[in-house]
Nanobody, 122 residues
Framework: QVQLVESGGGLVQAGGSLRLSCAVS????????MGWFRQAPGKEREFVAA????????YYADSAKGRFNIFRDNLKNTVYLRMNSLKPEDTAVYYC???????????????WGQGTQVTVSA
């Protein structure tokens, strides 16, 4: 069993930054592709960013390119999402997820955290 626990969410003004963390337990983080997703009220869960198990490859949704950075510290079994230049439309619950292969869609991920709320005020 793999457990993922997100933290780091909060309330920020537009233009501000947050760093989200995802702590992995049960298995080493280096065993998995890791992704970040978000879901706003009444909306479908959407992909934000993914990073390969080695950290050598990353992929971002268009909405995240140039503003967000996904990175990982496998020695700490932790994956991060640094979010800069936040916009009100970034407001959502953010989830981390783990996959056993390289995927960027929610259905491709095997394990999910409980989410952390990010709210961006105008």
């Amino acid at each position: 069993q793999v457990q993922l626990v997100e933290s780091g969410g909060g309330l920020v003004q537009a233009g501000g930054s947050l760093r989200l963390s995802c702590a992995v337990s049960g298995r080493t983080a280096s065993s998995y592709t890791m992704g970040w997703f978000r879901q706003a009220p009444g909306k479908e869960r959407e992909f934000v960013a993914a990073i390969s198990s080695s950290g050598g490859a990353t992929y971002y949704a268009d909405s995240a390119k140039g503003r967000f950075n996904i990175f990982r510290d496998n020695l700490k079994n932790t994956v991060y999402l640094r979010m800069n230049s936040l916009k009100p439309e970034d407001t959502a619950v953010y989830y981390c997820a783990a996959a056993t292969e390289w995927v960027v869609v929610p259905t491709g991920y095997d394990y999910w955290g409980q989410g952390t709320q990010v709210t961006v005020s105008a």
